[in-house]
């Protein structure tokens, strides 16, 4: 009689560790695809905020911050529920809910972009993060406690540590790829939309699961799953046919980790086309297509090398942009080589196809970051033009200290020069960045000047202004011009011309390495635009 009531009660166990096994290996999986869905959504919500804002420090900010503080309040609220309603139905809940928030995110992107848009560079940021990721990053936070739970009473709690250790380990471990999927495969070659509905569908599987393998009952079982999975497949689908479409003028546009990059075209009265590039915020440059005539006035700046280097042989360009001033140069020096770096890969390839790049063999195209091309080179330039400054909500703060223009001098021959262009006000109040990067150059090339693009606007409006810096005498009165040069072309670049008088560095800050609180700066002059 003992052997026949055993062999059932060995069933019995051996069917209780399979199931328990089933249930361990299901809250993993779930805590790994939650830690992998909260840093998808984190680096992909950069690129879905950085067109409104900018790709800059106070935008990185706002949604870190903005996620760490949903996170917090996931643990909470997960543990919370965990110890009052420690049921797999509970978490199935949990996970079908951040799947629809995590679904909804472009939705409610394209809803609210007229108004997010205008919200201030500072608090833009924080207040778009709120709205747009907050509900999901809690809602998946809650899933690594709950699963800790869950996971202790296969145990009949007597291993909550190793419960909290497992859970804790797996869910790091796909923060760790969605972390590096995002940044290395998924945000360069996916559109936001396709990465936001991959992420909640994987996580609506996971709830779907969870319905269908631990519900009550069979019929609830069947009928809870039958109902989430139809509101999950009508948000997917939403999201999935109502994509924002682009307007007629967009011939091109891509998302990588660096910019949203947006090429349009429009004709012009003269029967031309123009072609503009965009990154995120910011209007790079443009070429019409039928002629090498350039668009606007301040891509002329290119001029100061014929006026600084009339006998230029080598130039570097730090940051592509449009590609015309550099094509512009390499047409009027018919010896001279150029290096173009831009850092997004995805920018040079576009100039390929919409910018001419491949007609100008003596151009170099290079993705790289500027600071790190200067580094590595061993070439000496008669001309460095510094244009890698993405508009005035996103200054590359490495590209405006005073080691960096100490390592820019170091790659200039004995007679080069460094133009850069930034933007900002010549004086009042918006004009601390322009005498902060007067002052810091101060510290490291003994002449400069600077020109105004827009001089009718007057000095204190916010505008393009480029600075001439160097080791030798770059006034008007040094120059020497040679060949047929156009007097008028000189009368256009030297109108905006500023004296010396006419500005000061005066409570500008030479930016270092240690110290730079340019994007203090920057936001500070958006503030009071």
């Known amino acids: 009689?003992?052997?026949?009531?055993?062999?059932?009660?060995?069933?019995?166990?051996?069917?209780?560790?399979?199931?328990?096994?089933?249930?361990?290996?299901?809250?993993?999986?779930?805590?790994?695809?939650?830690?992998?869905?909260?840093?998808?959504?984190?680096?992909?919500?950069?690129?879905?905020?950085?067109?409104?804002?900018?790709?800059?420090?106070?935008?990185?900010?706002?949604?870190?911050?903005?996620?760490?503080?949903?996170?917090?309040?996931?643990?909470?609220?997960?543990?919370?529920?965990?110890?009052?309603?420690?049921?797999?139905?509970?978490?199935?809940?949990?996970?079908?809910?951040?799947?629809?928030?995590?679904?909804?995110?472009?939705?409610?992107?394209?809803?609210?972009?007229?108004?997010?848009?205008?919200?201030?560079?500072?608090?833009?940021?924080?207040?778009?993060?709120?709205?747009?990721?907050?509900?999901?990053?809690?809602?998946?936070?809650?899933?690594?406690?709950?699963?800790?739970?869950?996971?202790?009473?296969?145990?009949?709690?007597?291993?909550?540590?190793?419960?909290?250790?497992?859970?804790?380990?797996?869910?790091?471990?796909?923060?760790?790829?969605?972390?590096?999927?995002?940044?290395?495969?998924?945000?360069?070659?996916?559109?936001l939309r396709t990465i936001f509905l991959a992420t909640g569908i994987a996580v609506a599987v996971l709830a779907i699961v969870a319905y269908g393998l631990f519900?009550?009952?069979?019929?609830?079982?069947?009928?809870?799953?039958l109902a989430w999975a139809l509101l999950l497949g009508a948000a997917a689908g939403a999201l999935a046919f109502t994509g924002g479409s682009l307007p007629e003028s967009v011939v091109f546009e891509q998302t990588t980790f660096y910019h949203r990059i947006r090429i349009t075209e429009k004709p012009t009265p003269d029967g031309d086309r123009l072609r503009n590039?965009?990154?995120?915020?910011?209007?790079?440059?443009?070429?019409?297509?039928?002629?090498?005539?350039?668009?606007?006035?301040?891509?002329?700046?290119?001029?100061?090398?014929?006026?600084?280097?009339?006998?230029?042989?080598?130039?570097?360009?730090?940051?592509?942009?449009?590609?015309?001033?550099?094509?512009?140069?390499?047409?009027?020096?018919?010896?001279?080589?150029?290096?173009?770096?831009?850092?997004?890969?995805?920018?040079?390839?576009?100039?390929?196809?919409?910018?001419r790049v491949d007609e100008y063999p003596r151009m170099t195209p290079v993705a790289d970051d500027a600071r790190r091309f200067l580094r590595l080179a061993d070439t000496r330039y008669d001309f460095i033009f510094a244009d890698a400054y993405n508009g005035i909500r996103s200054i590359p703060a490495h590209l405006v200290t005073r080691e960096f223009f100490e390592l820019v001098k170091s790659r200039l021959d004995e007679r080069g020069v460094l133009v850069m262009n930034i933007i900002s006000a010549a004086e009042g109040e918006n004009s601390l960045l322009f005498r902060s990067v007067l002052k810091t150059l101060g510290a490291v090339f003994p002449y400069r000047e600077a020109f105004l693009v827009s001089p009718g606007s007057g000095k204190a409006t916010v505008q393009n202004i480029f600075i001439v810096a160097a080791g030798h005498d770059v006034s008007p009165q040094s120059i020497t011009l040679t060949g047929d040069y156009d007097p008028q072309r000189i009368d256009s670049l030297f109108s905006g011309y500023l004296f010396p008088d006419e500005y000061h560095t005066a409570g500008g800050v030479v930016f270092t390495d240690d110290c730079n609180p340019v994007e203090y700066l920057v936001a500070q002059t958006l503030r009071s635009r």
């Open 277 to 355: 590039l965009t990154l995120d915020t910011t209007s790079e440059g443009s070429q019409y297509v039928g002629s090498r005539k350039l668009p606007m006035h301040y891509q002329e700046f290119w001029e100061l090398a014929r006026i600084y280097c009339p006998q230029l042989k080598r130039a570097a360009f730090l940051g592509g942009g449009g590609f015309a001033m550099p094509e512009a140069l390499l047409d009027a020096f018919p010896d001279a080589h150029a290096d173009v770096v831009e850092i997004d890969p995805a920018v040079i390839a576009a100039g390929r196809k919409f910018f």
């Open 1 to 191: 009689m003992s052997n026949q009531t055993d062999q059932p009660r060995s069933h019995l166990s051996a069917s209780r560790r399979s199931d328990g096994a089933a249930r361990r290996l299901y809250l993993l999986v779930t805590a790994f695809v939650a830690g992998a869905a909260v840093m998808t959504i984190e680096l992909a919500g950069n690129r879905i905020l950085a067109p409104w804002f900018g790709n800059s420090l106070y935008t990185w900010t706002g949604l870190i911050g903005v996620i760490l503080v949903s996170i917090s309040l996931g643990y909470y609220l997960g543990g919370w529920l965990a110890d009052r309603r420690p049921d797999y139905v509970v978490l199935a809940h949990l996970l079908a809910v951040s799947a629809l928030l995590t679904l909804l995110v472009p939705i409610l992107q394209s809803l609210l972009e007229d108004r997010v848009g205008r919200l201030g560079v500072v608090s833009g940021p924080v207040l778009a993060s709120l709205l747009l990721f907050a509900l999901p990053g809690c809602l998946l936070a809650t899933v690594s406690p709950f699963a800790i739970r869950l996971t202790s009473l296969l145990w009949d709690d007597r291993n909550i540590g190793i419960s909290a250790g497992s859970v804790g380990m797996v869910s790091t471990l796909g923060s760790v790829l969605g972390t590096f999927g995002s940044g290395f495969v998924f945000i360069p070659h996916l559109r």
């Open 215 to 225: 519900g009550a009952s069979l019929r609830r079982r069947r009928l809870t799953t």
